[in-house]
């Protein structure tokens, strides 16, 4: 029941369009790159550098000079461009990024996002999380719906310390793809073989479905 | 031209105390003052406060130095690499102040170009802009930060002359270049040191004037922290 995180970026992939810019948190988000249609052109930029990232390097060809933000090795496509940190957040903050794809601990009914800590426990740190929601002008967020515990991380309110206020609009998560839109949860779409009773059972926040909910194509 | 040249790392470092603020390059260990950090913990200063975009892993770059309790207060954006360094952290015994990585790249580069603060929407309604000024410009939510002040800066670059002009390579460059110029004395140390006039001006990313010392570094060791890599017949495009 629900998508794997392979079939969730498989889902996110399809709002990829043509001509796009697109920066790829860590984890789920990574793995959109896999699926994004051949017959369009996009370009991924990596906050720690680079415009135009190509996939792994072929074992031997690791390249210590050229990795992501997820300190992981690339390579670098044709076409692809290196530049400073300082000039990297000039792409974001100043909205030439198209489409942000992250992760997220919470998200809340009004928009809010929670992916950067958990006080007294762990502290990764926010690293470019904070300037991308705060400029995006679409941003998406790839996760579970629920956590390990089996609680919701689609909540009313997060608890967590927030990493942006009032800036998630599309969520895709292994039970759904949803919208916010006047601070609620609306269900667009279904995992194949999920109810709408499940994802509502799921989903602490107020949730909205309004008509049949259609199952997401893959 | 102007001589930046010095003969080795400890001349480089000729001057460095207890108590001052480091700016580092690199993220993660990609682009990382190899050559300085282990000059630093040679020199056993203490009470630093640095600031990098990461904190090293356990055994390597800055994680060096939080092994031998050097760092007393760390300024960076992620640190989840570190194991040492969410132990020192959660147990109060490192001051820590986590800040975004775009904040944290134009607080350098605000100092390297004399700006003493600036505006970011990066943060805002965050426990990051707590006791900050904010204001609202174009009908959102901006957060006041300040240009960083700092004694030393520590960058790697790929290639550099005698005058101190630099290259950087792939995303080995990251916040190197924002940091030339953005504290009191800047110490570059290069792969590769070559008389001046030898590269082109028309590439070169940081003219020396932003740098007061430079060196070739010795055995860089540019450690991967993760290795991947794809099969030939079939993987990820």
């Known amino acids: 029941m629900g998508l794997d995180k392979y079939q969730i970026a498989q889902r996110i992939a399809q709002e990829v369009k043509d001509g796009y810019y697109v920066n790829l948190g860590i984890g789920i988000p990574t793995l959109v790159a896999n699926f994004v249609r051949e017959d369009i052109d996009v370009e991924f930029q990596s906050e720690n550098g680079i415009l135009g990232m190509g996939p792994f390097p072929f074992e031997g060809e690791q390249d210590a000079d050229l990795i992501n933000a997820g300190k992981q090795t690339i390579t670098a496509l044709p076409g692809a461009a290196f530049f400073d940190s300082a000039m990297s957040f000039s792409m974001i903050r100043g909205r030439h990024v198209d489409l942000t794809i992250l992760g997220a601990m919470e998200v809340a009914q009004n928009g809010d996002i929670a992916n950067w800590k958990i006080p007294g426990k762990m502290v990764k740190g926010m690293g470019g999380a904070m300037d991308l929601v705060a400029s995006a002008e679409r941003i998406i967020v790839a996760m579970t719906h629920t956590n390990k515990a089996g609680d919701s991380k689609l909540l009313k309110a997060c608890s967590l310390p927030l990493t942006g206020v009032g800036c998630v609009k599309k969520i895709v998560t292994d039970l759904a793809v949803l919208e916010i839109r006047d601070d609620v949860f609306h ?3 279904r995992a194949p073989g999920v109810s709408v009773a499940e994802i509502q059972a799921a989903t602490q926040g107020e949730l909205v479905v309004s008509g049949t909910i259609p199952e997401m194509t893959l | 031209m102007i001589y930046k040249t ?4 400890h001349q480089a ?8 603020t480091l700016l580092l390059g690199g993220f993660g260990l990609c682009g990382i003052p190899e050559n300085a950090i282990a000059e630093l913990k040679r020199l056993n200063v203490t009470n630093l406060t640095c600031i990098s975009n990461n904190a090293g892993v356990d055994d390597f770059g800055l994680g060096l130095l939080l092994q031998s309790r050097q760092i007393n207060t760390m300024i960076a954006s992620y640190v989840g690499e570190n194991a040492e360094f969410e132990r020192q952290m959660l147990s109060g015994e490192l001051n820590v102040a986590l800040i975004p990585q775009g904040t944290l790249a134009q607080r350098c580069q605000a100092a390297q170009s004399g700006i003493p603060a600036f505006y970011t929407p990066a943060g805002y309604g965050t426990e990051v802009a707590e006791g900050k000024e904010t204001r609202e410009f174009n009908g959102k939510m901006h957060v006041l930060e300040h240009a960083f002040k700092a004694d030393f800066s520590f960058v790697k670059a790929w290639k550099g002359d005698t005058a101190g002009n ?9 916040f190197n270049p924002n940091m030339c110029g953005a504290a009191t004395i800047t110490v570059a140390e290069v792969e590769e040191l070559v008389p001046a006039g030898t ?3 028309n590439q070169i990313h940081i003219p020396g004037i932003f740098v007061q010392r430079i060196f070739q570094g010795a055995h860089y060791e540019k450690r991967i922290e993760q290795q991947t890599t794809r099969t030939r017949d079939h993987g990820p495009r």
Do not use: H, S
Not at chain 2, 168 to 174: H, L, P, V
């Open chain 1, 187 to 189: 269900l667009l779409e």
């Open chain 2, 13 to 20: 470092c000729q001057g460095v105390q207890d108590g001052m």
């Open chain 2, 166 to 174: 630099l290259i950087f390579k792939g995303t080995a460059r990251n």
């Open chain 2, 199 to 201: 590269l082109d001006p």
């Open chain 2, 6 to 9: 010095v003969g080795d790392v």
